[in-house]
C-alpha cells in the first residue's frame, strides 16, 4: 500500500512540473517575441524607403496590433495580412506572416502555424535571423503540441544552439526545459551548465537558470 502511495505522489509531483514547465516554456518565447517587437520597429524604420515599403508599412501598420482571440477581427486581420503577404516587399511579407502565424496558433491551428513557419524559414529572401527564429518557434509550437516527434524536436533545438545561431541561448533554454519535461534531468543540467558556464550568456538567462533548478529540486 505504501508503494502504490508513493508511486502516486511521485506522479503527481511530475504532473505538476510539468505543467510549470509548459507555462515556463511559454513565458520564455514570450521574452523572445519582445525582444523581436522591439527589432521589428528598428527594421521597420530602415525599410520603409520606397513607395511600395511606405504602403506596405501603412497596411501593415493597421493589422500589427489587433487584439489576437476576438473571431471578428481575426478574420479581418487575416484578410488583410493575405493581402500583403501577395504584394509587400520581403520585409513586410516576413512582418505578416509572422502574425498571420500567431493569429493562427491562437485559433488553436497550430499546424496551419507551423507551415507559415516552415515557409518563413525556408524563404532565402529573408533576413537569416528571423528564419531561425521561425523554427525555434516551430520547435516550442512541437513541444506544446505534444508531438511525438522529439527527434526533430531536439534536432532544431540543437542545431540552433549552436555559436554561430543568433538564438542559441534561447534554444539552449529551451532544450533544456524540454529535457526536463522528459524527465532527462541530468541531460538538462549539462546544458544548463553550459549555459551558466559561458560568459557571454545573458545575465538574465542565468538568473532564469537558477530559479528554474531551485524549483525543480523541489518536485
Known amino acids: 500500500m505504501s508503494e502504490l502511495l508513493k508511486e502516486l505522489e511521485d506522479e503527481l509531483k511530475q504532473e505538476r512540473l510539468f505543467?510549470?514547465?509548459?507555462k515556463y516554456a511559454n513565458f520564455l518565447i514570450g521574452i523572445v517575441v519582445l525582444v523581436i517587437v522591439v527589432t521589428i520597429t528598428v527594421s521597420w524604420r530602415d525599410s520603409v524607403k520606397t513607395a511600395k515599403a511606405l504602403?506596405?508599412?501603412e497596411e501593415y501598420r493597421k493589422v500589427a496590433f489587433v487584439s489576437v482571440g476576438e473571431s471578428v477581427e481575426d478574420d479581418i486581420a487575416l484578410t488583410a495580412l493575405n493581402k500583403l503577404i501577395?504584394?509587400?516587399?520581403?520585409?513586410?511579407?516576413m512582418l505578416s506572416l509572422?502574425?498571420?502565424?500567431?493569429?493562427l496558433q491562437e485559433q488553436d491551428k497550430s499546424e496551419e502555424a507551423i507551415v507559415i513557419y516552415n515557409e518563413i524559414a525556408n524563404n532565402s529572401s529573408f533576413d537569416l535571423a528571423f528564419r531561425e527564429l521561425a523554427r525555434l518557434?516551430?520547435?516550442?509550437?512541437?513541444?506544446?503540441?505534444n508531438s511525438e516527434d522529439s527527434a526533430k524536436i531536439e534536432q532544431i533545438l540543437m542545431e540552433?544552439?549552436?555559436?554561430?545561431?543568433?538564438?542559441r541561448f534561447s534554444a539552449m533554454e529551451l532544450h533544456g526545459l524540454y529535457l526536463l519535461e522528459k524527465n532527462k534531468k541530468k541531460e538538462a543540467s549539462e546544458i544548463f551548465k553550459m549555459l551558466k558556464a559561458d560568459k557571454i550568456t545573458p545575465s538574465s538567462?542565468?538568473?532564469?537558470?537558477?530559479?528554474?533548478?531551485?524549483?525543480?529540486?523541489g518536485f
Do not use: C, G, N
Open 98 to 103: 509572422m502574425k498571420k502565424a500567431t493569429i
Open 86 to 93: 501577395e504584394k509587400s516587399p520581403p520585409s513586410f511579407q
Open 55 to 57: 504602403e506596405a508599412s
Open 205 to 217: 538567462t542565468k538568473k532564469r537558470i537558477e530559479k528554474i533548478e531551485k524549483i525543480v529540486r
Open 19 to 22: 505543467k510549470f514547465l509548459k
Open 137 to 145: 518557434f516551430i520547435a516550442h509550437r512541437m513541444i506544446e503540441d
Open 160 to 167: 540552433l544552439s549552436s555559436e554561430r545561431h543568433p538564438w
